[in-house]
């Protein structure tokens, strides 16, 4: 699965953003998508994540809330609503595609297999 994400930008604290990755390659029917982003001298944290098929929805820890993900089938689209930004929000977001994850995989980096070029997220205060 080829993944391209966009959407990224500069906002003030308090503002939103709606980030999209769109999918292209083969059919997903059996895939999750999901959302990670990284800060400058962090690791990788676990953002949000959809089951193609179904819809099934998990969210980072206190993300839930002020982020939403979402999917457009015909688009073949997903979608992450970002409200109420926070400077500690700043961070490269990438999109990732994994075949078959149980939902308590959904948040493991590791187990995606494609993953698109990221999209810069920079929240000022």
């Known amino acids: 699965v080829q993944l391209q994400a966009s959407g990224g930008g500069l906002v003030q604290a308090g503002g939103s953003l709606r980030l999209s990755c769109t999918a292209s390659g083969r059919t997903f029917s059996d895939y999750v998508f999901g959302w990670f982003r990284q800060a400058p001298g962090r690791e990788r944290e676990f953002v949000a994540a959809i089951r193609w098929s179904g819809g099934t929805t998990r969210y980072g820890d206190s993300l839930k809330g002020r982020f939403a993900i979402s999917k457009d089938m015909a688009r073949k689209t997903v979608y992450l609503q970002m409200n109420s930004l926070k400077p500690e929000d700043t961070a490269i977001y990438y999109c990732?595609?994994?075949?078959?994850?149980?939902?308590?995989?959904?948040?493991?980096?590791?187990?995606?297999?494609?993953w698109g070029q990221g999209t810069q997220v920079t929240v000022s205060s």
């Open positions: 990732a595609a994994a075949p078959r994850l149980i939902f308590s995989n959904f948040g493991e980096s590791s187990l995606y297999n494609d």
